[in-house]
Every structure is written in structure tokens, then in C-alpha cells.
């Protein structure tokens, strides 16, 4: 009877966790969004962010963002994960200092990148002494909106590409060296063996890279508030906005759960498109 109940017994404490930091305060947030100053149950909340003229820009601004940088983080992951695979020698060295970025927190790669890309920044000193350019360029500005958006993209995917690749090698590592041989001996090429036998072998690590990175990239805000400010607006910055600097709680709120839910439908999405069918086989 005991050994019956053992594994409902080792859940608890992961439940515990789950309903006091993740259920409790979801209910708490629910709650603020959905009352109004009165109290009483109302969508005021969210026809005020609707309503909002930045509500659609930092929309817009935060899906563009996840929809250029998770893909080439994807391509750069899988490039990396498969040489580091791959090597004989020095393997450990080259993951150590591909994933050295994960040590840096948001707001610290951002001011890096900013020290590059600002006008007294790396960036213009190279060209400058290059001669290049007669003076310094400020690149960061409200009128060069698509260069900071190139920045804040380029800051991402230095930063986080990490978080895929070690989850993509631990995948990698898993599948039987076996396939490969027995792909050769058919005459099976590097690219054929890549797609035919690494890929489908990966799926259920690529679901968790992919939906981690991609609930990681709606939530971006720390890089976009060093290089961008409020020259490129992102929905969980304007969540910080109307939680600290308006001091609305509701709209905040608003703003938190249409981040959530963005995340849980991109997330079903991923889990279906990546899912593994019963009784596949190689």
C-alpha cells in the first residue's frame, strides 16, 4: 500500500509549489484585472489597455521580436549543439564559452550592448579610426527605431541562444550512436542522417527549448529598457509602466495576462506541431 501511494507522496511537494507561486498569485492577478475601482467585476481594465496608443505597438513590436529572434536562435542551437556533439577534443572548452552568456543577467547584456551601439560606443570608435565616418553616429535614437530594434534582436540572441543549445545537447546526446552507423552503412549522407534520424530523435527536447525560449521572448524587457527605452515599447514593458509609474494595478494586470496567454496558445501550438506520435519509429 505504501509503494502504491509513493508517487502521488513525491508530488507534493512540486504541487505545494505550484498552487502557493504560480496558482495563488495567477488567482490574485486574475482577480485585479477583472474588477474595476469599485470593486465590481468589469472589462474596464482591459478596454483601457485596448484602448491605449501603445497597447497595438508594443504588441506588434513584442511578436516581431520573438518571431525573428527564436528562429535563428533555433538555427544557431542546432548548428552548435551538432559540432560540439561532434567533437573529439575540446568539447567542453567550446560549450563552456558558447553558454558564458548564460551567467549574465537581462539588464547586463543590454548595457554591453549598449556600450557597443551607443554614440560614444564601440561601434563608432572602430569606425571612426577606421575612417570610416567623420563623426560619431547616434544609432539608439527615436529615428532610428529599426536599428534599435536590430540591436535589442541581436543582444537576444547573443543572450539566450545558450538556454537552446544546452538543452539541444543533452538531447543529442541521448540518441543512439547505433542509428548512425546503421544510416551509413546505407549510404545515408550527413544531411540525410541529420534530418531523417537527429530531428525526429530531438523533438521532445526542441518542444522544451522552443517553448521555454519562446515564453522567454514575450517576456523580454530588461534588454529592450537598456537599448530601446521607450523608443520600441514591449508588452511586459508596459506592464512595468502602468504597475509602477501610472500606478495601475487593473491595466497592469490586463497587460500580465494577455502575456500569459500569448505564451499558453504559442505553447499548445508547439506541443501539437512538435508532438511525437504513439508508435513512431526511425
Not at 81 to 90: D, H, L, S, Y
Not at 161 to 181: D, Q
Not at 236 to 247: D, L, N, S
Amino acid at each position: 500500500m505504501h509503494t502504491r501511494f509513493l508517487p502521488y507522496i513525491l508530488l507534493v511537494p512540486a504541487t505545494a509549489f505550484l498552487l502557493l507561486f504560480f496558482l495563488y498569485p495567477f488567482f490574485l492577478v486574475a482577480v485585479q484585472a477583472f474588477t474595476d475601482s469599485n470593486g465590481s467585476l468589469s472589462l474596464t481594465n482591459f478596454e483601457t489597455m485596448r484602448s491605449h496608443w501603445k497597447f497595438p505597438i508594443a504588441f506588434s513590436n513584442t511578436v516581431w521580436l520573438a518571431a525573428i529572434v527564436v528562429p535563428i536562435q533555433l538555427i544557431l542551437s542546432l548548428v552548435m549543439a551538432t559540432m560540439v556533439t561532434k567533437m573529439e577534443r575540446g568539447r567542453d572548452i567550446f560549450l563552456y564559452i558558447w553558454t558564458i552568456p548564460l551567467g549574465i543577467s537581462d539588464l547586463a547584456a543590454g548595457l554591453i550592448w549598449l556600450s557597443i551601439f551607443e554614440q560614444q560606443g564601440f561601434l563608432n570608435s572602430i569606425l571612426y579610426n577606421m575612417g570610416l565616418i567623420e563623426t560619431p553616429t547616434a544609432y539608439l535614437s527615436y529615428q532610428s527605431w529599426y536599428i534599435v530594434f536590430i540591436a535589442i534582436a541581436l543582444a537576444e540572441i547573443w543572450r539566450a541562444t545558450a538556454i537552446m543549445l544546452v538543452i539541444l545537447v543533452a538531447g543529442m546526446g541521448l540518441i543512439p550512436k547505433e542509428y548512425y552507423e546503421a544510416a551509413e552503412v546505407f549510404g545515408a549522407g550527413a544531411w540525410k542522417r541529420f534530418v531523417r534520424i537527429t530531428l525526429p530523435m530531438l523533438r521532445p527536447s526542441l518542444q522544451t527549448a522552443l517553448i521555454l525560449r519562446v515564453i522567454l521572448a514575450f517576456e523580454v524587457f530588461a534588454v529592450v529598457e537598456a537599448l530601446g527605452g521607450t523608443t520600441l515599447p514591449v508588452l511586459m514593458g508596459e506592464t512595468y509602466h502602468w504597475q509602477f509609474i501610472m500606478q495601475d494595478n487593473g491595466v497592469a494586470a490586463s497587460y500580465a495576462l494577455v502575456i500569459l496567454g500569448i505564451s499558453i496558445a504559442f505553447t499548445l501550438i508547439l506541443l501539437r506541431a512538435l508532438r511525437v506520435p504513439e508508435g513512431a519509429r526511425i
